[in-house]
T-cell receptor
Framework: SQTIHQWPATLVQPVGSPLSLECTVE??????LYWYRQAAGRGLQLLFY??????ISSEVPQNLSASRPQDRQFILSSKKLLLSDSGFYLC?????????????FGSGTRLTVV | EDQVTQSPEALRLQEGESSSLNCSYT??????LFWYRQDPGKGPEFLFT???AGEEKEKERLKATLTKKESFLHITAPKPEDSATYLC???????????FGKGTLLTVNP
């Protein structure tokens, strides 16, 4: 069966520090991968998605970036965190060859920038 | 641009008191309407996907229905363990992404 792993679960970082969040999927190949952010009182906002290794599409211009160095690995990064980067970050995957397949989410990372 | 509006923002029920949550949407070429359940501090858990108007799906005390403009999540005789935030999302014909509503926070009191 397929599983998605996301870490760390919680993170407290000072303003201006770098960020690296990692997400991996097991039990499938060539998944579509997504990074969402959920802020208090707001819906889930898509940040990045990837349909293949090295292929990244950005939905929202900001100081975050994403990379996909391997087929089932998706990384969210920042060189310098802002207070506004605080939120709940969720990784999700979907079968790449089935456009009607549901999206499965990871357990999330609670990021607090102080 | 795809849009999803959920109502009410919060709903408080007594155990056994049935009700419905609403999800209104605008999308170009609906490729799927998704319902998720999210518990505090956790990622959304998939419940249903609906693809065309008139479609219905059921799971335990939950039943989701779809029209051309909205979807309803009916909760029959809810229990306290049904308390959660319920999220609705749509996927349009030209997008890979899901567009989410802000969710409905459901509280079921014993």
């Amino acid at each position: 069966s397929q599983t998605i792993h996301q870490w760390p679960a919680t993170l407290v970082q000072p303003v201006g520090s770098p960020l690296s969040l990692e997400c991996t999927v097991e039990g499938t190949s060539n998944p579509n991968l997504y990074w969402y952010r959920q802020a208090a009182g707001r819906g889930l906002q898509l940040l990045f998605y990837s349909v293949g290794i090295g292929q990244i599409s950005s939905e929202v211009p900001q100081n975050l970036s994403a990379s996909r160095p391997q087929d089932r690995q998706f990384i969210l990064s920042s060189k310098k965190l802002l207070l506004s980067d605080s939120g709940f970050y969720l990784c999700a995957w979907r079968k790449g060859d089935d456009t009607n397949y549901g999206y499965t989410f990871g357990s999330g990372t609670r990021l607090t920038v102080v | 641009e795809d849009q999803v509006t959920q109502s009410p923002e919060a709903l408080r029920l007594q155990e056994g008191e049935s009700s419905s949550l609403n999800c209104s949407y605008t999308v170009s070429g609906l490729r799927g309407l998704f319902w998720y359940r999210q518990d505090p501090g956790k990622g959304p858990e998939f419940l249903f996907t609906l693809y065309s108007a008139g479609e219905e799906k059921e799971k335990e005390r939950l039943k989701a229905t779809l029209t051309k403009k909205e979807s309803f999540l009916h909760i029959t005789a809810p229990k306290p363990e049904d308390s959660a935030t319920y999220l609705c999302a749509v996927r349009g014909g030209s997008n890979y992404k899901l567009t989410f509503g802000k969710g409905t926070l459901l509280t079921v009191n014993p």
